[in-house]
């Protein structure tokens, strides 16, 4: 297995799979043969795609006795500067994938927003009868001790700002956890 430090050729693959449930785990197999449960990458890769996989069987004409075709680039090194590409074209749906919140009591509706926070960037298309839903993964390193430093900093603001608007009668609109979140989301190019 390659260490973080040495280079990777790109790697392009394409596998169709049939639309049935028992895919999705060759789908999430496929990217641990392809990554190594090593890279750093692996867990959110294997994660999306196998809720792309699921949304594929599962929303879509492919699920009714159709395919579905999984598509995976992995470039650059494990350390810095490696990036994921993974796209699943399906056979189609009557509407477009909703990435709408779901009802806190349904069991599904989770898959796209998930999607959106873990992914560097993602889309979709649609024609010719079918649907690709595609992702971006995106290694991002930050300095040691950034991400111990940002949580410090707004534990002291998120202090201050509590004594300050308990005061007033007021609650913190922001602890120092969804700030150092916030923050940690704008280092993605």
């Known amino acids: 297995m390659a260490g973080p430090d040495v280079q990777q050729p790109e790697q392009d693959l394409e596998v169709r799979f049939p ?8 789908a ?12 750093p990458l692996h867990d959110d890769c294997a994660l999306l795609t196998s809720e792309l996989a699921t949304n594929a069987v599962l929303h879509t004409r492919s699920g009714a006795g159709g395919t579905f075709t999984v598509r995976l680039r992995a470039s650059g090194d494990a350390g810095q500067g490696a990036t994921v590409l993974v796209s699943v074209e399906d056979a189609g749906s009557d509407g477009p994938p909703c990435a709408c919140g779901a009802d806190p009591r349904s069991t599904g509706g989770r898959g796209l927003p998930m999607l959106e926070a873990l992914s560097h960037r993602w889309g979709y298309t649609r024609g010719d009868g079918t649907t690709t839903v595609w992702f971006e993964l995106l290694l991002v390193t930050v300095p ?4 111990a430093e940002r949580v410090q900093a707004g534990r002291e ?19 120092g956890r969804l700030a150092f979140h916030h923050e940690l989301r704008h280092l993605r190019p």
């Open 28 to 39: 999430r197999s496929l990217v641990t043969d392809t990554l190594g449960r090593d890279h």
């Open 19 to 26: 639309g049935d449930p028992a895919a999705v785990a060759r």
């Open 157 to 175: 603001a998120s202090r201050r700002d509590q004594r300050t608007l308990d005061a007033a009668g007021r609650r913190p609109a922001e602890c």
């Open 144 to 147: 040691a001790g950034w991400a």
